[in-house]
């Protein structure tokens, strides 16, 4: 692993982790975070994903983590500055192509908001979908009514930025970035409903295969929220052929789905040049054992972690696999 700090157009420096494998490389894989997470939280999966044969980098966010200034209060930052200048300036730190993006919910939603995701050759998303609030389950309505229409405004005035550890909400925020995912949580078409033809376009203009990821039991980004995701809410009005042609890619996922007991882990096999299989147990993102997850190509199982494992009846091109961990 090493430590580096990556300089962004603007001149900033954002920390980054690189994990690096043995031998000639086969691609690189950048894990973009989601909101409040910081690079730590990636570690095992980055290091495993280093001993598959892949350079694969984490980051903190400008703000966030090991990229946070001593002093929040009157720090400058949005979200269009974590995509445009932070996410861009990774891309550019990852010279080894193919390059493949891995998004945590904020991290998948705003890949269509960097200049440079020409680079990205194949993208998986996980728990990435529309934060419009009143999608969240019933018995979050309240607490999510009271962080977007209490807590955060006087938070922002109060203090200059979101103290969220103290407040145990999400983490420590710039103001920027808070107030902006604020107005996109409040909007029903979220990203694309409150930033504009603009945006739209640029969803609309997002071209890598893309392989989705949510989970039944989640109650921040249900799977209703995920089937909404601006990814393909807003193709439709920017450009109806590339909604079309998304829309029929969608319908070659499926949703991986967590039940309360076991794991049971989908792995997606997207379309005839894109591949990808992704775990999850309960304590991390992605379990590092027992799976054997190679970017493009097929899942395969260890040897004794495969009892339980059965194949689904594909759809279209699909070869979804579903493993049970016990």
Request: with cysteine; charged share 20%.
């Amino acid at each position: 692993m090493l430590d580096s700090l990556v300089e962004t157009k603007d001149g900033q420096h954002i920390a980054a982790r690189f994990f690096r494998p043995q031998g000639e490389p086969k691609g690189s894989v950048l894990i973009v975070p989601a909101m409040g997470v910081t690079q730590d939280y990636y570690q095992p999966f980055a290091s495993w994903l280093a001993t598959q044969g892949f350079i694969a980098a984490t980051f903190d966010y400008r703000g966030t983590g090991l990229s946070r200034p001593r002093d929040l209060r009157g720090f400058k930052a949005d979200i269009f500055d974590w995509a445009r200048l932070d996410c861009a300036a990774m891309i550019d730190a990852l010279p080894q192509r193919p390059l493949y993006w891995i998004g945590h919910s904020l991290g998948g939603q705003i890949l269509a908001l960097v200049p440079n995701k020409h680079s990205v050759a194949k993208a998986v998303t996980v728990a990435t979908g529309s934060g419009y609030w009143l999608e969240n389950v019933p018995s979050l309505r309240f607490k999510v009514w009271w962080l977007w229409f209490v807590l955060t405004p006087i938070a922002l005035r109060v203090c200059g930025y979101f103290p969220g550890k103290a407040l145990r909400k999400v983490g420590d925020l710039p103001k920027g970035v808070m107030a902006q995912w604020r107005r996109w949580c409040l909007d029903p078409e979220y990203a694309v409903g409150a930033e504009g033809d603009v945006v739209r376009a640029q969803y609309a203009a997002v071209r890598a295969p893309i392989v989705s990821i949510s989970f039944s039991d989640d109650e921040m980004m249900s799977v209703r929220k995920h089937r909404i995701d601006t990814q393909l809410l807003h193709l439709r009005a920017a450009d109806p052929e590339a909604h079309r042609a998304a829309r029929h890619r969608r319908r070659t996922h499926r949703a991986l789905r967590l039940f309360p007991r076991r794991v049971r882990v989908l792995a997606l096999a997207a379309a005839p040049a894109a591949r990808a299989g992704l775990g999850r147990n309960q304590r991390q993102l992605l379990p590092i054992q027992p799976l054997r997850v190679v970017l493009g190509e097929a899942l395969t199982v260890p040897d004794g972690h495969d009892r339980g494992a059965r194949e689904l009846v594909p759809q279209q091109s699909v070869e979804p696999v579903l493993v049970t961990l016990r």
